[in-house]
């Protein structure tokens, strides 16, 4: 027996908007100069017939989901028709709920058939991968939950309940063995923070190719207003958070890169390094031989380093490799694999101690994760896809609720800024960083409070309308 909130997904649109970076930002061997973000429009329907639209986007950033030596239009031809598929799928489902239990139902029962028939049909020499399959689908997941808010004229996040939800936690996951935690009679709603707050600390990237000092300068770089040197952007953002991007496999190089953004941290007065390896790590003495040298040289970097992000390979299943050695140096957070609940259970008994959340991965699977890592003491982050317009919004407040070790990263101001402009004249706080923070104040509307009628923003003719 349902509830009278339950809804079912109808109508749904697709759009591709393009995005052209200001400059490259690099993903481990690739380097990204553009990405396209599908934009969804979802109709969904109460059993009494009341309606409501609602939207969700994310980047479909190939080089991430997609790590191949196939040539990237290729892999991005392969994202955008899935998306495609993904539409009409959604649109035929019929499961009614709220946006929790129907697009797990979705996530369990369709998705997977859905990708194996795309790759058994698809040309690329190689399939697509799990991880692109739910970047995809996770734009049409976050359309469902807005839609919702809007229909019950709520804020989403405050109808992650018993008063809203058919099903508790233990409908969807599992305890550890061999630990107390239960589920039963808990929903999302017991683990985020209420109220959120209006202000999260904004961690800056560093990319592998970004400009650290006037040494690297060479003349062709952007004239744009836009800062271009790392203690520029640290002076003109009150940048306290840095997370530098490192190769992983250039050992040199990584502890080099490091030092020398330690060192103008301490200039500028910014207080905390991570250190993303880009999941090309095979072996946990890598890493280990950076901290450990850092420990002895520099102590003062060593001690800002707030965690370590993601250094081995994405599949964690494939590579189940011990790596309680680095976290008994520094905090040691999953991020490409943490697919799900699942993969974090794993990744916890090999001995990762904190989670990196993104809603890329679908604003189901990311709560839901939330709640298993928070049950099980795992700290928490929520990482960026450098996310631009929409995708902002919905990025930010998972953040907000899901009370991280520190804010927030975002770094869609860095690469593609005049991306967001129409929307940052709603939401002027979240597309901006102002004394190292940002700003979620205006985001208070039903849904996850885009206010769309107020975003001036012109969409281009829809890929595929779905009914």
């Not at 530098?244 to 941290?265: P, S, T």
């Not at 902002?392 to 967001?420: C, K, R, W």
């Amino acid at each position: 027996m349902g509830k009278r909130t339950d809804i079912r997904a109808g109508n749904t649109s697709l759009y591709f908007l393009p995005v052209e970076t200001r400059v490259p930002l690099k993903f481990g061997p690739e380097t990204l100069t553009h990405v396209t973000c599908a934009r969804v429009c979802m109709r969904v329907e109460n059993a009494g017939g009341r309606s409501a639209e609602g939207w969700g986007e994310t980047p479909l950033s190939v080089q991430w989901v997609w790590p191949s030596s196939l040539p990237y239009e290729e892999r991005h031809k392969a994202l955008k028709d899935f998306c495609i598929k993904l539409a009409r799928a959604w649109a035929d489902f019929g499961i009614m709920g709220h946006p929790m239990e129907v697009s797990h139902a979705f996530l369990e029962s369709q998705l997977p058939d859905l990708l194996e028939e795309f790759n058994q049909q698809h040309t690329t020499a190689e399939p697509m991968p799990w991880l692109a399959a739910l970047v995809c689908c996770s734009a049409f997941d976050v359309a469902l939950h807005d839609a919702y808010g809007i229909l019950h004229g709520l804020p989403v996040y405050k109808t992650y309940n018993g008063e809203f939800m058919n099903s508790d936690l233990s409908h969807f996951i599992t305890p550890a063995e061999g630990t107390s935690v239960s589920f039963d009679g808990k929903y999302p709603a017991d683990f985020l923070v209420f109220p959120r707050p209006g202000l999260m600390p904004a961690w800056h990237l560093v990319g592998g190719k970004d400009l650290i000092d006037e040494s690297e300068l060479d003349g062709t770089e952007p004239d744009d207003g836009y800062p271009v040197l790392l203690p520029d952007w640290i002076q003109r953002d009150g940048l306290n958070c840095l997370k530098v991007k490192l190769r992983g496999n250039d050992n040199a190089w990584d502890y080099d890169r490091f030092v020398k953004v330690g060192e103008i941290a301490i200039e500028n007065n910014a207080d905390w390094l991570t250190a993303d390896f880009n999941c090309t790590v095979t072996d946990p003495a890598y890493v280990n031989d950076i901290l450990d040298r850092m420990m002895a040289d520099y102590p003062r970097i060593y001690g800002m380093i707030l965690y370590v992000e993601q250094p081995f390979p994405y599949e964690l299943e494939e590579n189940q490799i011990d790596v309680s050695s680095v976290s008994a140096r520094k905090p040691l957070f999953m991020d490409e694999s943490a697919h799900d609940w699942h993969l974090i259970k794993l990744g916890r008994k090999l001995g990762w101690t904190g989670v990196a959340l993104k809603t890329c991965k679908t604003q189901t699977g990311a709560l839901l994760s939330l709640c298993w890592a928070k049950a099980h003491g795992m700290t928490l982050m929520v990482q960026d896809l450098t996310n631009p317009m929409l995708a902002q919004v919905s990025h930010v407040l998972l953040a907000a609720h899901a009370g991280t070790i520190m804010g927030v990263e975002t770094n869609s101001m860095q690469f593609y800024p005049d991306a967001s402009l129409p929307e940052a004249e709603v939401h002027p706080g979240i597309y901006k960083r102002r004394n190292g923070m940002v700003d979620l104040s205006t985001i208070q509307a039903p849904g996850f409070g885009y206010e769309l009628d107020r975003i001036n923003r012109k969409l281009p003719e829809p890929a595929v309308i779905c009914k």
